[in-house]
């Protein structure tokens, strides 16, 4: 009998605002590369979600007496198969790593444009999964945030 181990990251992260690059706290820099476009950036209370063209990073900011910081970057090659689920005021998207390890992230109080985007990111992630070339005009819609809904 074998026992698969791995350690969770967090169970959900309940992402509710999209950020602006400007927006975004300086250490978030640190951990992008040069060779990396940050395409779209979320926050929940405390946390944030960035996704780069080539990885996510998530910062878990966990509150207690020391405030600790734990920083997961999942490179989206790591990432075997994934969903996106849309509903009326939201989003979640289920991500399963190459470890068996399940990742839900959670959009809340998204509108049309936050679907939108959602949608082109997802598209991103996937074609990083089947090793595809990404689409520039995908990318360049979610580095300058326009969507047109004509």
Known sequence: MSYNTYKEIT?????SRYLKNVELPKY?????????????SYKTLRDHGIFTDKKM??????????????VFTIPYTTISSASIIFKP???????????GYPLRLKFVKMGDADKARLR???NVIQRSIT??????EE????????????
């Open 11 to 15: 169970k959900y992260f309940y992402f």
């Open 28 to 40: 978030v820099n640190d951990y992008v590369f040069n060779d990396e476009t940050i395409l779209a």
């Open 57 to 70: 990073l998530l910062f878990d900011t966990k509150v207690s007496f020391d405030n600790t910081k734990e």
């Open 89 to 99: 005021f939201g989003a979640e998207m289920s991500l399963f790593l190459e470890s």
């Open 120 to 122: 082109i990111l997802y």
């Open 131 to 136: 090793k595809q070339s990404l689409k520039k």
């Open 139 to 150: 990318l360049t819609k979610l580095v300058e945030n326009k969507f047109n809904f004509n």
